[in-house]
């Protein structure tokens, strides 16, 4: 695909099980962030704009929309934040291109915090009225590393004020910019 965003553009993954923290995170590092920061949410596109019972093609479809809306923003000189489950089999070819084509800079955090955290977690969410601790345990997927990228795990005992510390201290660090295509 073609180059986007631009040498001073950063764009930040935060991927992981439900409940693991992606979201409060996503939304911390937007306001430390400041102007010009699009955080866009997996779960807007699933439950929001593509509502559909079939979930493979639901997670697929999803992760096309997802992408090109984060190739417009960064071409538009945003910053982005993706947030979101993003399971390697919908996810992981496209990130790549993504990462590959993106001409600044990029980070990804994988929320590894462990099935009984998740589950701990999920209860005290809004959404435990929609799905219990089955569905939690039917679609939890622990740590899978993607294949082409070194991303940080953010376990259990990392707080929401520290992991967005380290994220924009990362962000100030030695640009990681993608290697171009391959």
Known sequence: MAPTGSGSTRLVILRGDAASGKTTTATSLRTALGARVALISQDHFRRELLHAPDRRKLSRDASVLLVSTARQALDLGYDVILDGVFNLRDYSEAFERLYRDHLGSTRIYQF?????????RHAGRQLAQEFGEDKIREWHDGWQPLPWFDERRIGPEIGTDE????IVE?????????????
């Open 163 to 166: 992991l967005v510390s380290i």
């Open 112 to 120: 590894d915090v462990g099935l009984e955290e998740t589950i701990r």
């Open 170 to 182: 990362d962000l100030r660090g030695p640009a990681l910019p993608s290697p171009g295509p391959s």
